[in-house]
């Protein structure tokens, strides 16, 4: 069982940053694939990022071409935890927050939500123009 609590959001204005964390329970979030995905009112929650292990101590990446080039994810397994910076933000970009583990995938099958066994609970990140 793996528990997890997302920080770190808030009310910034376009342009700004914010930065998101999500701590995680469990010995074995190493082995982890780590996510975030976001829903804004009244639309379908998407993949914003992931970041995945293929083995030995090497971790990938991968963004949602809306963030790409603006939201960093990385991980600190010392601490369970998984981050998500976000500069340049838009008001494009407001939606409820959430991180998310999964025990199985790998590579681009974690874009897919259905991928992840366990979810926190979300946090609000809003974005003014």
């Known amino acids: 069982q793996v528990q997890l ?3 770190g959001g808030g009310l910034v204005q376009a342009g700004g940053s914010l930065r ?5 329970s469990g010995r074995t979030f190493r082995n982890y694939a780590m996510g975030w995905f976001r829903q804004a009112p009244g639309k379908e929650r998407e993949f914003v990022a992931t970041t995945t292990w293929s083995g030995g101590i090497i971790y990938y990446a991968y963004y949602a071409d809306s963030v790409k080039g603006r939201f960093t994810i990385s991980r600190d397994n010392a601490k369970n935890t ?20 999964s025990s199985y995938c790998s590579g681009d099958a974690c874009y897919d939500q259905g ?6 609970q979300g946090t609000q990140v809003t974005v003014s123009s």
């Open 5 to 7: 609590v997302e920080s």
């Open 20 to 24: 998101l964390s999500c701590a995680a």
């Open 82 to 101: 998984v981050n998500l910076q976000m500069n340049s933000l838009k008001p494009g970009d407001t939606a409820v927050y959430s991180c998310a583990a």
């Open 115 to 120: 991928q992840y066994d366990y979810w926190g």
